[in-house]
């Protein structure tokens, strides 16, 4: 089994049907919980080194929303690193933090005189957190692949 099939097994996994109520109080009838496979090592490294291979030469920096993007920003960085290209990472709140440095960007500084290109994974601006992912929408399910 290629990786690309062995993510795409493991991501089947996570997705659910049916009646879901979310933190909101709104209902679903579908949800991805893709936390399943990127707080799992094998996931991870998948997830992490396929991420790379995608956006490998394409971008300076990769980043996200904390909590969710967390382990898979670390992960991108990491591959990036052991392929001999590292990219900088970092993570964004939704406010500052109250403490600390009261940042809401965290990471190395991005150099905004390079031209420096990032690319930060998120969802669409007010969907929740349950909405399908775009490459979902763009895939048949079940049964789908392709998903890189």
Known sequence: MSDREDLQAMLSETIQTGAITLASGRTTDFYFDGRLVTLDPRGLSLVSRLSFERLAGRCEAVGGPTSGADPIVAGIGLASHEAGSPLRTFFTRKE???HGMGRR????PLNEETGSSSS????PAGAPSSSPPRWWRRRP???WSGLW
């Open 105 to 108: 960007i965290e990471g190395p």
């Open 120 to 123: 930060t994974m998120s969802r």
């Open 96 to 98: 500052a933090k109250g």
């Open 141 to 143: 399910a079940p049964g």
